[in-house]
């Protein structure tokens, strides 16, 4: 099967997004996908944020920006859709968010095999090299006709 094309990157991405419910919850936006690489928005609001003295977004909305974006990156590097699930998802916090401003991921799938998808990723406001947080990822990817 032929590589997707760039829209159908988006597609699959748009359709990934609209299927957890948890994402459009937290207001998660799709920026940028190519293939095997995708980068997310999650805009700053009270509601996420874990310490109303402080005004920081909690972790646990920063962990789900990272697995949403690192499944986006699996997805983007696909040759067609196929169901996908989290196995693992390490998260390294390195200091807390700035209040209100809003949050960027960046996640690419760096090694794809028959079964399971592996990933990297760094949320941050700016620059990369500045991280709130990173991540390492396992995917596990469907087999055709399979029960998984």
Request: hydrophobic letters at 40%; one cysteine or more.
């Amino acid at each position: 099967m032929a590589k997707p094309t760039p829209e159908e990157l988006v597609g699959w991405a748009r359709t990934f997004m609209d299927a957890v419910p948890h994402n459009r919850a937290l207001g998660i936006e799709l920026v940028a996908l190519e293939p095997g690489v995708a980068t997310m928005r999650l805009p700053y609001r009270l509601e996420l944020v874990g310490n109303p003295d402080s005004g920081v977004i909690h972790g646990g909305p920063i962990t789900a920006v990272l697995d949403a974006c690192s499944g986006a990156a699996v997805f983007s590097a696909l040759r067609r859709p196929v169901p996908i699930a989290t196995l693992d998802l390490r998260v390294d916090y390195m200091r807390p968010a700035t209040p209100e401003l809003p949050i960027i991921t960046r996640a690419e799938c760096y090694k794809l095999t028959g079964h399971v998808a592996f990933t990297r990723a760094v949320a941050y406001h700016d620059d990369p090299e500045q991280p709130i947080a990173t991540s390492s990822g396992t995917f596990m990817i469907a087999t055709p006709g399979g029960d998984g």
